[in-house]
C-alpha cells in the first residue's frame, strides 16, 4: 500500500481538490450513497472513518492497487466535496463524482 502522501524529488506534495454546488444548495448525494458507491468502485479497497474521527458528513479513504492513496469527504453542510488524491487521480474522481450525480444536477 502506497502512503497517503506522494514524494517526488524530496519534496511532500499534498495536492486537493473540491466539488461546489453553484446556487447555495446541497449536493445530491447522500453520505450513504457516496460510501456505497465507492465501496462498489473500489471493492475491498475502502476505508470509512467513523464519525468520531472525521468533521464531515461522510469521509472514505480509498487505496487503489499500484496507485497512491486519497480520502474522499462529504462536509458537513452537503456543500462540498473534498478529495486529495494526485493531479491525475483528483481529475478521474471529479469525473467519477460528477457521475454519481442525477443527469439534470447543476454542472458545478
Known sequence: MMAHTYI??????????MIFCPGQVPLPISPESLI?????QWPGRTKV???????TEAAVE???MEEY????????DGM???FDGTPQQN?????????????DAPPG
Open 80 to 82: 462540498s466535496l473534498g
Open 8 to 17: 517526488s524529488n524530496g519534496w511532500g506534495a499534498l495536492p486537493r481538490a
Open 36 to 40: 456505497s458507491a465507492c465501496g462498489a
Open 91 to 103: 481529475v478521474r474522481l471529479a469525473a467519477w463524482l460528477r457521475s454519481l450525480m442525477p443527469k
Open 69 to 76: 492513496s486519497f480520502v474522499i469527504s462529504l462536509y458537513k
Open 49 to 55: 472513518y467513523p464519525a468520531k474521527m472525521r468533521i
Open 62 to 64: 480509498v487505496s487503489p
